[in-house]
């Protein structure tokens, strides 16, 4: 395994990554600790820890870049793949594969989408999907897990998926228990850079994607559910009391969840008017995207049928989050209270962080 931090140029995908990932614990954090990395290997994933010299530590393989990027463009390669945008009916339908160059340090792809504006938007979606992979690893460490799991198990190590079951139940369902919230914090951070797209920078950049500004919102959708769906097609989950992660689907919805409760707040402290104007046109959109997500995986051989499912398995997927918000509520929270760096996930608090936000915004800082 060879890990690299430079070497690419500042227009490639490793640096617009490495920027997303790098400014967002900047953002957050006072004092920057921090060591990011990408790893040649060609699997689809991601890991964190906490270094002995108390360095926070971030490795994103190579291959989580090819996949997404490869995804959405073979997406915006399809004739009938989010038709709206762009000129779609020129697309040829090709599938697109990628590759590591290791010598130049650059990613090929053996196609791209032929309208410009369809090639944007696929960087855009592949973009969103890797900031929630990026600020799923962050909300690890923001949100103390590396530093609790070292405290308590001396290895901080965790994965975004894939990890050797090595561990008893209790670990397990702490595991799980960390995995919602890392998808959490995800889930916000990218609602929360969607909306800020969408309410300030609509005239500068997404004019020349979107013919309606919601559109944002499904393009957004569909790169959230393209992550779970892919780590589906890599590998199927099914539900187990001795796993680390709950099944795809499962975290998917949960991370929806999390993504609909913030947008709620924005509503609520009315920071952003034109979600709730505009809300039934954006929920439209957000089911769009995922239907778009469907449509390519059915191509690439997937029956995904996530949105179906949910309204149908919905008693299900309620007994999951259930076990792990109870384990959150009775245990985990009160013991991560003194590692975390950033407030952590509860309702209450959410009413606070959202004030600022405000107070923020009315001064017009936002
Ligand atoms: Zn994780």
Redesign the pocket.
Known sequence: MKFFSEGFTSRSYFNICKQIVCGSYKEQVEKYNFSFNFSDENEMNAWTSLLDNGSDYLVVNVGTLIELFSLTKTTFGQKDCFESIGIAKNENNSGVKGFFDEKNCNLYFTGTPKDSVRERASTCAALFAFRFIGT??LG?ILNGHTSYLKKMYMNSK???RNEKITRCDAYCLDRRT??MD?DAAAATASIDNVIMLYHNEFDEFLSTLFKKKEEIFGLWSFAICSVFMLFESLMTTTYNKNGYYLPNKARFYMAMGSAYETAKEYVNYDIVPELKENKAMIVKEVFYGIEQAEKIFLKKGFAFSWIKDFFEESELYIEYSDEVLCNWDNNLENKLEKYARTPLYNKDKMGAVFEQLKRIHDSGRL
């Open positions: 799923h690893e690890h965790i994965g975004m960390l995995e890392a």
